[in-house]
């Protein structure tokens, strides 16, 4: 029987999940290649601990592991590898991206394929609350947050699956539990994990990430009663939801619909909550509402602020830098988040513009993006971008710096001026996180 010979194009995570749980261990087919770009943050291909998947988690049909290379030499690989399906597997791009890696794919000879939810998504043996989004930096972690916080209250003990960002030894990445801070040091993860993985340890909640899926659901139904799902970017859920939130942002009003798989996220969601009402635009926030309601008529819409809150002495009449996480600005498009909100709000004096004191890898982020202008994305994806961003930073000499990622940034780098956080929480206006658990007790064993 011969073999259908597959590329997967990736960007170090949902690929490795597709792989994993459509490819790895059927005959039917051969993965020759995965390929990776750079735009999803995740720095150059030379700059990476991984060339390959590694034959430990790619399987016996793979003695060597699977070559990862670059996605420029895409037509390459399909003419050499004499490929017959490139399968598409990263998140949070436009669909019009989307269509012309399909149309490259196609005019080199092979199939373009995407993997849908039935596919890939994992069945647990307890309930899942899965929140996602339309796109990155609409407010996932807040609200997957605060459903973990209200489960515990009720006496659960629950457990936060975290979307993968495996960027180190994969192998020892498979799976990884995170319950302190000092589990994330020894770990030596990016800034885009810490982003992501210390706001819930501070909550006291369990995190679990890795690149095999089936095996963290193995490890983490062993643990805890029920799983909160935080997705990344605008990516599916890998686990079936018993409930499903998707969490859209009226300052990028009409990304809903343009954004691969966030639309499709959209379509499948049972709520789509309308986040940062408090500092979107009437307009914006009633263009999200209608496409909700054509889209999905059967979600029902749950109206919310993000609140912000930092230290307004530190900041007040202050000459400021502000830090914001760096893929809501980056791949996510957007010009600012909750940092230049709250520089604003509680009254800096001078927001410096951090591109001219940019260095290295930074001075070609603000090459690559922008619409970038008074805010810098908090890249730390090596110790070499982290250098950068302290140097960056060191160059601008600000009073003070302003960080509204999502992380504690003064853990990472050494820098003269003080950096003071910004936090922000999920306040519901309407329909509360505590009544959609109370509507699905059942489902969730509550």
């Not at 394929?113 to 929140?131: Q, S, T, Y």
């Not at 009720?154 to 020892?172: K, Q, S």
């Not at 589990?183 to 369990?206: A, F, M, P, Q, W």
Request: charged fraction near 30%; include cysteine; proline fraction near 5%.
């Amino acid at each position: 029987m011969s073999q259908t010979r597959i590329v997967i194009m990736g960007a170090a995570g949902r690929d490795f999940h597709d792989f994993n749980t459509v490819f790895r261990g059927d005959e039917r087919f051969d993965v020759v290649a995965f390929t990776h770009t750079s735009t999803q943050n995740i720095g150059e291909l030379d700059e990476l601990p991984n060339r390959h998947y590694p034959s430990e988690l790619a399987g016996e049909d793979y003695p060597d592991g699977i070559p990862i290379r670059a996605e420029s030499d895409l037509e390459t690989i399909v003419d050499e590898e004499d490929v017959d399906t490139v399968v598409f597997s990263y998140s949070d791009v436009s669909h019009e991206h989307v269509m012309h890696q399909a149309s490259r794919v196609l005019a080199a000879g092979a199939d373009f394929r995407l993997i849908g939810p039935d596919r890939m998504m994992l069945h647990a043996e307890v309930p899942v609350v899965a929140v996602d989004a339309v796109r990155t930096g609409c407010g996932k972690s807040q609200t997957a947050r605060k459903f973990a916080d209200l489960l515990r209250e009720r006496g659960t003990d629950v457990a936060v699956v975290r979307e993968p960002m495996p960027y180190g030894d994969l192998v020892a990445q498979r799976v990884q539990r995170f319950e302190s801070m000092d589990d994330l040091d020894e770990s030596n993860v990016t800034i885009e994990e810490r982003e992501e993985y210390e706001s819930h340890i501070e909550r006291g909640h369990v995190v679990y990430a890795g690149v095999d899926y089936e095996a963290i659901l193995d490890r983490v139904q062993t643990d805890a009663e029920i799983i909160v799902w935080d997705g990344g970017n605008n990516e599916l859920p890998f686990y079936v939801p018993d409930v499903h939130v998707v969490v859209a942002d009226p300052h990028r009003a009409g990304s809903e619909l343009r954004y691969h798989p966030g639309e499709t996220n959209l379509r499948l969601a049972d709520y789509v909550i309308i986040n940062k009402e408090n500092t979107a635009d009437v307009a914006g926030i009633r263009e999200v509402e209608a496409n909700v309601r054509q889209t999905n008529p059967d979600a029902e819409i749950i109206h919310a602020n993000s609140t912000i809150t930092a230290d307004r002495n530190a900041i007040a009449g202050k000459r400021v830098l502000v830090v914001e996480d760096g893929p809501t600005l980056t791949h996510g498009d957007a010009p600012y988040g909750a940092g230049l909100i709250a520089a604003r709000k509680y009254g800096a004096a001078e927001i410096v513009d951090p591109e001219p004191a940019a260095v290295g890898s930074l001075q070609r982020v603000f090459e690559e993006y922008e619409h970038l202008d008074a805010v810098l994305p908090a890249m730390g994806y090596s110790d070499a971008q982290i250098r950068d961003l302290e140097a960056t930073i060191r160059n601008a000499a600000p009073d003070v710096v302003i960080s509204g990622t999502p992380h504690d940034l003064a853990r990472l780098i050494d820098v003269d001026s003080p950096i003071v956080r910004v936090r922000y929480e999920l306040e519901e206006k309407d329909v509360t996180l505590d009544t959609v658990l109370d509507r699905h007790a059942h489902a969730l064993n509550l």
